[in-house]
């Protein structure tokens, strides 16, 4: 016989960290979302309320819809070989910020600076792609103060 609860199992993945227990910080509920913003799931198990399912811990979303203390959060979730896309009616307590597409933007940032550049300076825009590294540069090994070392296995001595 196995129980199967809501919040079953979720001894560790709801535990609040040592010393973090208790009220919340007013600055969670002083963040404000918008549509389109992303946003990662992360349940505070103090509140009850608006609670997402332990499936959503760690998943980020984003956001359609904004009440006056919940959130309406579009994600999707692979069921076989099914994405189904799901909505959720989270309370902001249970969600922060996504920071996934931080780099994303910066270096969609830098972009539009090096294009405006070369507009103006009537440029061709090179590749702004990001590049792999590839090989190491070729170089030569001088020989005057690096005498040649041979390497090889020392040959086997029975010791008995």
């Known amino acids: 016989m196995r129980s199967k609860g809501y919040r079953r199992g979720t ?7 040592h010393r973090k227990h208790g009220a919340i910080r007013m600055s969670k509920y002083m963040t404000t979302y918008k549509k389109n913003d992303l946003v990662d ?19 980020t979303g984003k956001v359609v819809g ?7 959060v579009i994600l999707n979730k692979t069921v ?3 994405q189904i896309r799901r909505t959720l009616y989270v309370r902001e307590e249970h969600v922060s910020k996504s920071r996934c597409n931080e780099d994303f933007i910066a270096r969609r940032t830098t972009n ?37 070392v041979s390497l090889g296995y020392e040959p086997y001595v029975d010791t008995f």
């Open 11 to 17: 001894r560790h993945r709801f535990a609040q960290p």
């Open 41 to 59: 799931i992360k349940v505070n198990p103090a509140i009850h309320k608006g609670m997402p399912h332990k499936f959503y811990h760690g998943r």
């Open 66 to 72: 904004v009440n006056p203390r919940s959130l309406v």
């Open 80 to 82: 076989g070989n099914k």
């Open 112 to 148: 539009d600076e090096i294009r405006q550049q070369a507009v103006l300076e009537g440029k061709k825009v090179k590749c702004l792609k990001r590049q792999l590294p590839g090989p190491r540069e070729s170089f030569v090994v001088s020989m005057v103060n690096n005498t040649p």
